[in-house]
């Protein structure tokens, strides 16, 4: 489980939650990411690789990815807290 740093990093308010919007240059399966947030409540990947089921786990503030292969150049929105 590799711990993954993006490349580019957004912070975001939303209303009574925040947001963080990362660039990563490739993440793989069971890689995970500190986003900062103390408590991770919703993980959208945007996934442009055609074949590529894309999911995630989280558990206070990391998220842990689930892919069936490698995404590179993909960007990674967690909602939380």
Do not use: H
Not at 12 to 24: E, I, M, Y
């Amino acid at each position: 489980m590799p711990a993954q740093t993006p490349s580019a990093k957004s912070q975001l308010s939303l209303g009574n939650r925040k947001g963080v919007l990362a660039t990563f240059t490739a993440i793989d399966n069971a890689d995970t990411w500190a986003t900062g947030l103390s408590k991770v409540e919703a993980v959208f990947i945007q996934n442009s690789v055609s074949g590529i089921t894309a999911g995630a786990t989280y558990s206070s503030g990391t998220v842990t990815f689930a892919l069936s292969g490698s995404l590179a150049s993909c960007q990674v929105l967690a909602i939380g807290l």
